[in-house]
């Protein structure tokens, strides 16, 4: 079973995912980029690596989420990781760390992920209205 990894759809999920509008990466892009260039784009199967990488870069994100990540196969963990509502299949039950410490780090790691998100998201307000005071 050849299980293609769709690069144009994972940039689209994770521009999505960061709250980033087409508009906006294109501005991002270069003055040759515009919103339907990004729609054809993310309809690519394959895209250049040059391209890609500089897509991860402006996105923030390493390239090799674009070219591993497969919906599918993140589906077809999950479903054979958790079955029948028994969650016994993901407790681990000889934690080799404290419970607490696990989830101090999982808040810890959450928050810098809401800071970076907030970052990003008034980096991109600046981006726009500088594209605003453009028009």
């Known amino acids: 079973m050849?299980?293609?990894?769709?690069?144009?759809?994972?940039?689209?999920?994770?521009?999505?995912?960061?709250?980033?509008?087409?508009e906006a990466l294109a501005y991002d892009l270069g003055e040759d980029w515009n919103q339907k260039k990004i729609s054809l784009l993310e309809q690519k199967?394959?895209?250049?690596?040059?391209?890609?990488?500089?897509?991860?870069?402006?996105?923030?994100?390493?390239?090799?989420?674009f070219q591993n990540f497969d919906e599918q196969q993140a589906i077809n963990i999950i479903a054979n990781t958790i079955t029948n509502n028994d969650n016994g299949a993901v407790v681990n039950h000889y934690p080799v760390f404290h419970p607490i410490d696990a989830l101090i780090k999982l808040h810890e790691e959450k928050i810098a992920l809401y800071e970076r998100m907030l970052k990003e998201k008034d980096e991109m307000m600046a981006r726009l209205e500088k594209l605003m005071e453009g028009k």
């Open 45 to 65: 199967e394959n895209i250049d690596p040059p391209l890609l990488q500089q897509i991860a870069s402006v996105l923030k994100i390493p390239v090799e989420a």
């Open 2 to 22: 050849d299980n293609k990894i769709h690069e144009g759809r994972n940039v689209k999920r994770f521009r999505e995912m960061l709250g980033i509008k087409q």
